[in-house]
């Protein structure tokens, strides 16, 4: 492996890149090529876009997807009245929400766990939103809860927590049947397959 | 049957193309010259594993940083299918030039069985070889076996994660360990189908080498609450005190074993040497002879036999080439040109010092 005599911005620019998912250090370095070429105010305009994030976008307090920063932000979902708020389908990251929402059947709202317990990664119970979701059970009105979580061990570990948690609440529980390839993620796959997997849908025992 | 081999920085071959014609092929040469290592690189193809060493890093020549196979394969429907490995940093897989992210995806292209000498220690040794044996055969005989296998592992660590907690999370104890009792008895079926299976194999060649009278057969022993989720499930509850104090989990196929019995005698304690060679020999002709059954008449199945066919009776010979010859292609490697009939047709390939031509001498 070459290293190649970039100035020392270009290398940090380029580390920094390589975060992104996917992109390994020689599309991390095309990115960083293409960024050079911008105009200045481009460059300034992205760089402001990302810098804003974090008071511009907030998590919303309902259920954990993205919103805009207000006070008492809701996300578009949430907000949305015609959405149907007896059905909540459980995701693990705020990404998967689009994939569901692609395929135009799912009408309910969701909730995002930021994530699944994964013991080996020390990611527990109380790291998740897990009582949020609990909450919003006890407020009344829900009365089915989708488990749209991974199927990997710990999405499926954490499908089976969250069923036994949610048994004394009376609200049917579901996990998602058919459809998502064992191990795949949730996040890529097609719209069809998550709506055929979302009416599959049985419940867990 | 593989039609080549590449290798780059694969143990002593920096940069080598062998093209295979025969069905027989045989690696001459005297020690140390790298006839093994050939066959570990065919069964590295398709098991995506070594039988000499668990670290595939061992494998990249001395001072590089990658090393390479890869084999043109003629499948027995008769189209060519190029398998290749990389392994740098990270291990990169393709069939036919297109990435393949899967390592179950991968294996069994084509199903390699090594005769070894050290096959006799999955006789007269630990637990441990046996399991692997069996988890090595699986993975060539059941597709799911392998995610089976690495969804078990995966429980497994996390329920070991979870008990050393100083107060571990019982809910999600509870919920892993439901996976890990699901995953325990899919395993403990399928290890005690498939060794039913080879016992009985291995039971008709023992018959067959030593006559009416040997008796033999593989006992498996599974752990006691592995034939139901539930029972098992409550049984891994159960232990959560015991199991946190020793920082491990101590039920479950992780733990097994199985014996080989003569007569109903355990080979390992009673057997002599020449018994237990016998049943490990037995042991690979019959995982090879199982292989070659799912498409029948041994269809996609490879022999890689190191340094052991030279020193077999005529009776056990006879069992050995009668099921060796019904594979696909065989490897053998021989420090001499074997005289033995068997090898009249055979390719005859010359190793030496990290390089390969035939026997006439010219470079392939
Ligand atoms: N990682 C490696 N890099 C370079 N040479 C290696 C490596 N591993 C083993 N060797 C060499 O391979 C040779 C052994 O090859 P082997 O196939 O076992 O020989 P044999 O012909 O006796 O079966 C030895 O010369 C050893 O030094
Ligand atoms: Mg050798
Ligand atoms: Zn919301």
């Keep these: 492996m070459s290293n190649e005599k970039y100035p020392d911005a270009m290398n940090a620019l380029i580390e920094a890149l390589k975060s992104f998912p996917g992109v390994g250090k020689r599309s991390a370095e095309r990115m960083a090529f293409a960024i050079l070429k911008w105009p200045g105010e481009k460059r300034e305009a992205v760089g402001s876009l990302i810098s804003g994030l974090s008071n511009s976008v907030v998590s919303c307090v309902v259920c954990g997807n993205i919103a805009d920063a207000e006070a008492d932000a809701r996300c578009a979902y949430c907000a949305d009245p015609s959405r149907d708020a007896s059905i909540i389908c459980v995701v693990e990251e705020v990404a998967q929400i689009s994939g569901i929402e692609r395929g135009g059947f799912f009408r309910g709202l969701y909730h995002v766990l930021g994530g699944r317990l994964a013991p080996l990664e020390g990611k527990h119970a109380e790291d998740l939103n897990i009582e949020s979701l609990r909450a919003r059970i006890a407020d009344g009105g829900v009365l089915e809860v989708i488990l749209a979580l991974g199927q990997d061990v710990e999405g499926r570990a954490t499908a089976i927590y969250l069923a036994d948690l949610l048994k004394t609440t009376g609200v049917k529980v579901s996990r998602l049947a058919s459809g998502i390839p064992v191990g795949a993620d949730l996040s890529y796959a097609d719209s069809a397959t998550i709506a055929a997997a979302l009416n599959g849908r049985v419940p867990l025992d | 049957m593989l039609k080549n081999l590449q290798l780059l920085n694969y143990r002593n071959y920096v940069d080598e193309k062998i093209d295979f014609d025969s069905k027989t092929n045989v690696l001459t040469g005297t020690n140390g010259q790298g006839k093994t290592n050939i066959l570990e690189a065919v069964y590295f193809l398709s098991m995506l594993r070594s039988f000499r060493t668990a670290s595939p890093r061992e494998i990249r020549g001395i001072g590089s940083d990658f090393f390479h196979v890869s084999a043109f394969l003629n499948t027995s429907r008769g189209y060519d299918k190029l398998l290749e490995v990389d392994y740098a940093e990270t291990r990169r897989l393709r069939i036919d030039s297109s990435p393949v992210f899967k390592a179950s995806e991968f294996i069994g292209s084509f199903k390699a069985v090594a005769f070894l000498p050290s096959d006799l220690m999955i006789v007269t040794e630990g637990a441990a070889l046996r399991r692997r044996f069996v988890n090595m055969f699986l993975c060539s005989y059941d597709k799911i076996y392998l995610a089976d296998l690495n969804d078990y592992a995966n429980a497994l660590k996390s329920r070991n994660a979870l008990l050393k907690n100083q107060n571990p999370d019982t809910d999600a104890l509870t919920a892993f360990e439901r996976i890990l009792a699901e995953k325990a008895v899919a395993i403990t079926a399928k290890r005690a189908a498939v060794l039913k299976k080879i016992s009985e194999e291995m039971a008709r060649l023992f018959r067959e080498i030593k006559g009416g009278n040997a008796l033999f057969n593989i006992a498996y022993t599974p752990h006691p609450s592995t034939e139901n989720i539930e029972a098992h499930a409550a049984k891994l509850a159960a232990d959560r005190a015991k199991d ?121």
Excluded: M
Excluded at chain 2, 246 to 271: E, I, M, V, Y
Excluded at chain 2, 320 to 341: H, K, L, N, R
């Design chain 2, 244 to 364: 946190a104090a020793r920082r491990s989990t101590s039920l479950g196929p992780h733990l097994d074993d199985c014996q080989f019995l003569l007569n109903d005698k355990p080979l390992r304690a009673f057997g002599s040497t020449g018994q237990c060679r016998l049943a490990a020999l037995c042991l690979k002709l019959a995982a090879l002879k199982l292989l070659g059954d799912i498409d029948g008449g041994g269809a996609g199945t490879v022999a890689l036999v190191d340094d052991v066919a030279g020193e077999l009776d005529s009776e056990t010979q006879d069992a050995f080439f009668g099921i060796v010859s019904q594979t696909e292609q065989s490897f053998f490697t021989f420090t001499a040109t074997p005289s033995d009939a068997y090898f009249a047709d055979a390719k005859i390939l010359e190793v030496k010092n990290g390089s390969i031509s035939n026997a006439a001498g010219a470079a392939i």
